[in-house]
Antibody, heavy 119, light 106 residues
Framework: EVQLVESGGGLVQPGRSLRLSCTAS????????MSWFRQAPGKGLEWVGF??????????EYAASVKGRFTISRDDSKSIAYLQMNSLKTEDTAVYYC??????????WGQGTLVTVSS | EIVLTQSPDFQSVTPKEKVTITCRAS??????LHWYQQKPGQSPKLLIK???QSFSGVPSRFSGSGSGTDFTLTINSLEAEDAATYYC????????FGQGTRLEIK
């Protein structure tokens, strides 16, 4: 059974950093791209970015709203994808989800982890 | 960026009614359009992929159609458990979502 578990969320002050983790199980992690999405309280879904599998260069793509501040990485030996968030803004407050894949419909989502950016 | 516009934003319906939600893309996306259901406090659940393919385990009352710029999610014989927000999502280019359609069951 495919499982994705996000962790690392919490309360952080504006301008500070936070790293989220997405721990995967139930599939060969290294074979898949991994994506991050977010959802601000009471709002819709927003794509954050994704990282390709090593077979496709392990390269990354980001939404304009986070480019230059957020970095996605992966550790295939641990089946974990990371979202490093720097220079956080209040508008980054959201539930952050990871999903398997970088194209087509996303069948597998984690339960999400809440990030609150506030002073 | 491809903009997806859903209509309506909100609909209040009675059980057993048929519901239609539309999603219009700002440019042609082929059939790279997917539908999700999200209930409060839960992560999104995939209902329909590639415009018309039902995802495994999804009740048969959910169906999707369309291609190019105009897409439809249909729920036949609505049930109380279908109260949720529904989102369309395009994967033709960097992902974007519709603003969501909240469905209330009377």
């Amino acid at each position: 059974e495919v499982q994705l578990v996000e962790s690392g969320g919490g309360l952080v002050q504006p301008g500070r950093s936070l790293r989220l983790s997405c721990t995967a199980s139930g599939f060969t992690f290294g074979d898949y791209a991994m994506s991050w999405f977010r959802q601000a309280p009471g709002k819709g879904l927003e794509w954050v970015g994704f990282i390709r599998s090593k077979a496709y260069g392990g390269t990354t793509e980001y939404a304009a709203s986070v480019k230059g501040r957020f970095t996605i990485s992966r550790d295939d030996s641990k089946s974990i994808a990371y979202l490093q968030m720097n220079s956080l803004k209040t508008e980054d407050t959201a539930v952050y989800y990871c999903t398997r894949g970088a194209a087509a419909g996303r069948a597998y989502w984690g339960q999400g982890t809440l990030v609150t950016v506030s002073s | 960026e491809i903009v997806l516009t859903q209509s309506p934003d909100f609909q209040s319906v009675t059980p057993k009614e048929k519901v239609t939600i539309t999603c219009r893309a700002s440019q042609s996306i082929g059939t790279n359009l997917h539908w999700y259901q999200q209930k409060p406090g839960q992560s999104p659940k995939l209902l329909i992929k590639s415009a018309s393919q039902s995802f495994s385990g999804v009740p048969s009352r959910f169906s999707g159609s369309g291609s190019g710029t105009d897409f439809t999610l249909t729920i036949n014989s609505l049930e109380a458990e279908d109260a949720a927000t529904y989102y369309c999502h395009q994967s033709s280019s960097f992902p974007t979502f519709g603003q969501g359609t909240r469905l209330e069951i009377k």
